[in-house]
């Protein structure tokens, strides 16, 4: 079985390799067949060049897409999953933040739980098990309002809509029009869950702590707090 992980990426030089470094130390003492495949958005600080070091560096288990900008991190996880499945013939797709939020220690757990029938694991801060560090009281609440409003509006029964570490077979994603997903953004992560109900797909929740990056800047902007309840509203419409 093979694994691929999905590393979406802009301006994440402090923390890639740190990143890439421990997912191969998970895969080598779990016994697991993985690659990563890192898609850089042309990243000022250099992260793209620094992940081409670290593909010559790791030779065949480190894949490396370049784009010309800033094109969202929904369209940066959909190329990176076109190339598991249609160069790597990967059969478990991850997705994973690349500021070190996600624990690549958890990977394992999501591979059992993937063997035992569920069809995309997502690793949820609220289940039991689960948590966050270092989050203030005012980003807690809004995280877990968020949560609730969109797994109410859209009736999908996950506590964690919202959570970017993700484990999907390839079944699945062989089988959603991954092109008619119209979030470009993080709310591409409500609209793929969305699809994902839609075609009767088994669902999973994995316990993990989500630790708030250290290094560099977060990327969620009120632009993109918008563009989310745009789309739960857009998705509870649809035909």
């Given amino acids: 079985m093979l694994v691929s992980v999905v590393i979406p990426t802009y301006n994440e030089?402090?923390?890639?390799?740190?990143?890439?470094?421990?997912?191969?130390?998970?895969?080598?003492?779990?016994?697991?067949?993985?690659?990563i495949v890192i898609v850089d958005d042309n990243s000022p600080d250099g992260t793209g060049e620094l992940a081409d070091e670290l593909a010559t560096n790791y030779k065949s288990q480190i894949h490396v897409i370049h784009r010309s900008g800033k094109l969202g991190i929904g369209t940066a996880h959909i190329a990176g999953f076109k190339y598991s499945l249609d160069n790597l013939n990967a059969d478990l797709i991850f997705s994973?933040?690349?500021?070190?939020?996600h624990n690549p220690e958890y990977l394992p757990e999501f591979v059992k739980l993937s063997n035992q029938g569920y069809e995309i694991v997502v690793g949820s801060r609220y289940v039991k098990g689960g948590g966050v560090k270092n989050w203030g009281l005012h980003r807690r609440i809004m995280s877990k309002g968020a949560n609730m409003l969109a797994s109410t509006i859209l009736g999908i029964k996950v506590k964690d809509m919202t959570t970017g570490y993700r484990c999907y077979s390839k079944n699945v994603l062989q089988k959603l029009d991954l092109d008619a997903i119209k979030?470009?953004?993080?709310?591409?992560?409500?609209?793929?869950?969305?699809?994902c109900k839609k075609g009767g797909f088994s669902i999973g929740e994995n316990p993990i702590v989500f630790v708030d990056r250290t290094h560099g800047s977060s990327k969620l902007s009120k632009n993109e707090m918008v563009k989310?309840?745009?789309?739960?509203?857009?998705?509870?419409?649809?035909?």
């Fill in 96 to 101: 994973m933040d690349s500021d070190l939020s």
């Fill in 183 to 195: 979030s470009d953004g993080y709310s591409f992560l409500e609209e793929i869950l969305y699809y």
């Fill in 13 to 35: 030089k402090e923390n890639i390799s740190v990143l890439v470094n421990s997912l191969i130390q998970i895969f080598n003492s779990n016994n697991i067949n993985g690659n």
């Fill in 228 to 239: 989310f309840f745009m789309t739960i509203i857009r998705l509870r419409f649809k035909n």
